[in-house]
């Protein structure tokens, strides 16, 4: 008999989170594999994610050669789609590249093909990082204000990476304003963090970090959090899912993390996948 929590029979998901493009991609292995496997697993959806003005220009471009016909991501019934962001570890580029990408995908959207306006679906990701603190924190702020602006004048959604910065990152969208679909990607805290980000109305993505071992933290929050404001993604090809660890990650991982999820809220696994799915498509608009 099945429990709550098996992996079930093929599921629709969504990896809302994940960087298949450039040399993130070649960490993966052949992307025509990458894609089958993902399809073969159930996910009908990706969210390739840029990280700097170089990765989200390659986003884009990967999301529409993907959909065009004929395509890998065709073939298995695939859709993709992109996100334009500066990552706090870049923020001392500043954001000027990264607006010149989302400018750029808009304007040729009336050449590229009807549905191609639809391409990116979210600023992000970016915010602050004070583990690696690999930009200045004065910079890494300034960056993401600006981007959380950018989200909301464009009418995208908001994809936050925070990381040993939750205060700083709930002030900063306290005084700028929180975008109406605000992701926190790669969810790291625990209950109390989760009950900010629920605070705000944004919604929690969780990750293969929900199967590591030492994760109580992150599963209690994944208890505690409505399904209703629940994503899942890989954050491939970072963060491999138990029992894969060792080995790059790929979207077609997200039905584990997603039965890591449904144990912790005591759920059969395709009502995560439903739930998921749909709170996917309401935050990103696909």
């Known amino acids: ?49 840029g990280t700097d003005a ?7 471009s990967l ?10 991501a065709a073939v298995d019934g695939i859709t993709v789609r992109a996100t334009v962001g500066l990552h706090p570890h870049e923020a001392s580029a500043g954001v000027d590249g990264v607006v010149a990408v989302l400018d750029r995908a808009t304007a040729g959207a009336g050449e590229a093909g009807a549905g191609a306006g639809d391409l990116v679906v979210a600023v992000g990701e970016c915010g602050l990082d004070y583990h690696y603190d690999h930009a200045p924190r004065d910079a890494q702020r300034q960056a993401f204000a600006a981007q959380v602006e950018l989200a909301a004048a464009r009418d995208l959604a908001l994809v936050i990476h925070t990381r040993e910065a939750w205060d700083d990152t709930f002030a900063i969208l306290a005084e700028v304003g929180v975008p109406g679909r605000t992701v926190l990607h790669c969810f790291t805290g625990g209950p109390a963090e989760a009950r900010r980000a629920l605070d705000i109305g944004a919604y929690v993505s969780f990750s293969g970090i929900v199967t590591f071992k030492n994760a ?7 208890t505690m959090c409505p399904l209703d404001r629940i994503l899942v993604e890989t954050d491939a090809p970072f963060l491999t899912p138990v029992p894969h660890r060792g080995a790059p990650n790929e979207p077609s991982f997200v039905p584990l993390i997603g039965a890591a999820v449904a144990v912790a809220k005591g759920l059969p696994v395709a009502e995560v996948a439903a739930a998921t799915t749909a709170n996917a498509a309401a935050a990103f608009r696909i």
């Open 216 to 222: 109580d933290d992150v599963r209690q929050a994944a």
């Open 1 to 49: 008999m099945r429990q709550r929590g098996d992996v079930d029979a093929v599921v629709a998901w969504v990896d809302s989170h994940c960087h298949l493009q450039g040399e993130y991609g070649e960490q993966t292995g052949e992307l025509d594999g990458v894609l089958a496997r993902a399809g073969e697993a159930g996910v009908t959806t990706m969210v390739c994610v």
């Open 63 to 72: 999301a529409r050669a993907l959909g065009e016909p004929g395509s890998p």
């Open 54 to 60: 170089r990765t989200s220009e390659e986003a884009v």
